[in-house]
C-alpha cells in the first residue's frame, strides 16, 4: 500500500471514503471518450451517495501533490478532472481499509473536539467561502453572510485550533481544513475591504455592508 498507509493514517474513514469514490467513480461505465478517469463533481456525488457531505478537494490536492498517486488531466473554470497513476496503491488502501475495525480509538479529548469541530459544519462553509472567492463582487446577502460568519462561526473555529493543537497529529485533517477556512475568509474580506476603498477614491457612494439604512445590523439566516 506504500504511501497510502500515512495517508489513511491521517485522514482516516474520510481518506477511505474519497479513494473508494475515486475507485468507484472510475469504474462506472461510460458512452464516448471521458476527459480523465474521474472528475471533482463526480467524486462528489458518489460522497453523497454514500451519505456524506463534504468537500473533497483538500484530499484530492494531497493524493496528486503528497502522494502522487493522480494527476490532474483537465482544469477549466468550471471543471476538474484526473487520471489514476497507481491504480494499484489505490485499490490496496480501500482493500486494507476494509479489512480493519475503523479508525484507531482517540483520546476521548481529541474525540469531543472533532465532534464539536464537525458540528460547525466546515465543509459546507469552506465551500460557501471558495465560491464568495470566485465571485467577482459579492451580493449583499454574501455580504451580510460574511459578517455573521466572522462573529458567529470563526471564533469556534480559531478556539477549536488552539484547543486542538495538543493532538495535531491525531486531528491532522480538522486542522488543517480549519486552518484553510479562515485563510480563505481572510482574503475574502481583504478583497471587499479593498474593493470599498477603491470605490470611495473614486468618488462613488457605497453603503456600509453589514447595516441598513437605519444604522439596525441586518439578519442573515444561513
Not at 135 to 147: E, W
Request: charged residues 35%.
Amino acid at each position: 500500500m506504500g504511501g497510502l498507509e500515512g495517508f489513511l493514517a491521517k485522514y482516516g474513514e474520510r481518506g477511505y471514503a474519497v479513494l473508494k469514490a475515486i475507485l468507484d467513480e472510475a469504474r462506472k461505465p461510460v458512452k464516448g471518450p471521458q476527459l480523465g478517469d474521474f472528475s471533482y463533481k463526480g467524486v462528489k456525488a458518489r460522497l453523497a451517495s454514500y451519505g456524506l457531505d463534504y468537500n473533497p478537494s483538500l484530499l484530492l490536492a494531497k493524493l496528486e501533490k503528497e502522494y502522487g498517486v493522480i494527476e490532474t488531466s483537465y482544469k477549466s473554470g468550471g471543471q476538474h478532472w484526473w487520471r489514476i497513476i497507481d491504480y494499484k496503491a489505490i485499490e490496496e488502501a480501500v482493500r486494507e481499509w476494509e479489512g480493519v475495525d475503523g479508525e484507531e480509538e482517540l483520546d476521548p479529548r481529541a474525540r469531543v473536539l472533532r465532534i464539536q469541530f464537525y458540528s460547525l459544519e466546515p465543509e459546507k462553509l469552506a465551500t460557501m467561502l471558495a465560491r464568495m472567492e470566485r465571485q467577482a463582487r459579492l451580493s449583499r446577502r454574501d455580504r451580510t453572510l460574511l459578517r455573521r460568519i466572522a462573529f458567529e462561526v470563526l471564533p469556534l473555529i480559531a478556539r477549536f485550533l488552539e484547543e486542538a493543537e495538543e493532538y495535531r497529529d491525531e486531528l491532522e485533517y480538522e486542522v488543517e481544513l480549519a486552518e484553510d477556512i479562515l485563510a480563505a475568509a481572510e482574503r475574502v474580506m481583504t478583497r471587499l475591504r479593498s474593493r470599498t476603498a477603491k470605490s470611495r477614491r473614486l468618488g462613488e457612494v457605497e453603503s456600509n455592508p453589514f447595516f441598513s439604512e437605519a444604522g439596525e445590523p441586518l439578519d442573515y439566516p444561513l
